[in-house]
């Protein structure tokens, strides 16, 4: 596996859609205004060929990556008082309090609206989507998605790799 999914992508997001799925992922379009998904079934129209990709995505779009065993990532979503008004960082310390420590990433993206995406390998048996009690926290596993790098949004925040 690459150093991390993300490692040596094109910058246009359309490129980076057709590697990562030359890399064996899955990916779909997303609306850069609101980040649904543009095909008609959702992330279950994701596809890992590359071909299939580049007719998908078009330029503007955003890359919507499926979570859970199909790519293997669970990816656990903290959000930012910035962009959603809640303090998932200060939920995570909670969390840790409690004796509940996340294991060691794959990598971390920062997501257009300050919050952070925080990549881990999917078990085999998957693991599906869930929130915590507390609002800053999302786990995004089978059934979920995320967007991924280097997508841009409509109003030109962006998603990028920081560890």
């Known amino acids: 596996m690459h150093k991390h999914l993300f490692s040596n992508l094109p910058i246009d997001p359309r490129a980076a859609a057709v590697e990562l799925a030359r890399r064996g992922f899955s990916v779909f379009p997303c609306n850069p205004a609101n980040k649904t998904p543009l095909t008609p079934n959702g992330f279950h129209d994701a596809s890992s060929i590359p071909g299939e990709v580049a007719k998908m995505f078009s330029a503007g779009v955003m890359i919507g990556l499926p979570t859970g065993v199909l790519n293997g990532?669970?990816?656990?979503?903290?959000?930012?008082?910035?962009?959603?008004?809640?303090?998932?960082?200060?939920?995570?310390?909670?969390?840790a309090a409690d004796g509940f420590h996340l294991p060691d990433s794959?990598?971390?993206?920062r997501t257009w609206s300050g919050g952070r995406h925080v990549y881990y390998r999917c078990p085999p048996e998957g693991r599906a989507s869930f929130k915590f009690k507390r609002r800053g926290i999302e786990v995004k596993g089978d059934g979920g998605y995320v967007i991924c790098p280097p997508s841009i949004c409509s109003t030109g925040q962006f998603w990028e790799v920081i560890q």
Do not use: F, M, P, W
């Not at 990532?73 to 969390?95: F, R």
């Not at 794959?106 to 993206?109: L, Q």
């Open 106 to 109: 794959i990598c971390t993206v």
């Open 73 to 95: 990532v669970i990816v656990v979503d903290i959000e930012s008082v910035e962009g959603h008004g809640v303090d998932g960082d200060a939920d995570v310390e909670a969390l």
